[in-house]
């Protein structure tokens, strides 16, 4: 989750646009209130233990990561991608958006990045675990995988040490899919989470908004298309190179993995 606040941090310059309409919501604390914490962090764990218990996985995601401007402007940009992973140390992902196709493949010993629409890609040797490759990426190149809080082995350990404030809202209704919404609050962003109701506890919608940028920034995610175990189409995780394909060196591959079009220049935190 910081590595995601880092991101959202470089992503933006200053406040919101002017005039906004601000809708004042009064969430009052209810009697019952620290047995609704006591549930949405039950519900919570609920799904980690869950999402460690299934060794394959597969689904389909659209994202969007909200920017601030240095003209105090709000935008927001949007991509769609897949996720494949087996368990411990197998995935595959691919995120499309208006500038940058990518696709990323670990087999457990090497890391792969292909930027189909520049015919360039990477490899890295970092042998491990999928939990591993998670941190490598995050703590050493900055590019946290698609929804990657979500597909730790330990969910609940990844999310909740750091909460400081629990609200469970009850449910909301994401794709035709039931779901518990939970809001949760730390030093650093507000986290909402809204998990699939039934023997498939899911995460449907992932947000979260730095409070650390004067505007308050989302990176938001939502979940489609699941499937697990043998519902899972088989892959065997290998990199074919393109024929055009050119190898170009780790440190390189923000050329290839930006988000962002070449005229948005990036700015500090205010």
Known sequence: ????????????????????????????????????????????????????????ISFAFDANLEIVTTERQKLSVASSGTVTLKRPDKIRATRTGGFADVEMLFDGKKLTLLG?????????????????LIDTLKNEHDRPLPAADLLMMNVYDELMPEVTDVKDLGSGVIGGVECDHLAFRTKEVDWQIWIAHGERPYPRRYVIASKLIAGGPQYSIQLRDWRTGGEVAADDFSFEKPTKAKKIDPKDISEMLNELPKNFKIGGAK
């Open 116 to 132: 189909k629409n520049v015919n360039l890609y990477t490899q890295i040797d970092t042998p491990g675990t999928i939990d591993q």
């Open 1 to 56: 989750m910081k590595s995601l606040t880092r991101k959202l941090r470089k992503g933006s310059a200053v406040g919101i646009s002017a005039a906004l309409v601000v809708l004042t919501l009064g969430l009052s604390t209810p009697s019952g209130a620290r047995a609704d914490e006591a549930d949405a962090k039950r519900l919570v764990k609920a799904m980690s233990d869950y999402m460690a218990e299934q060794k394959a």
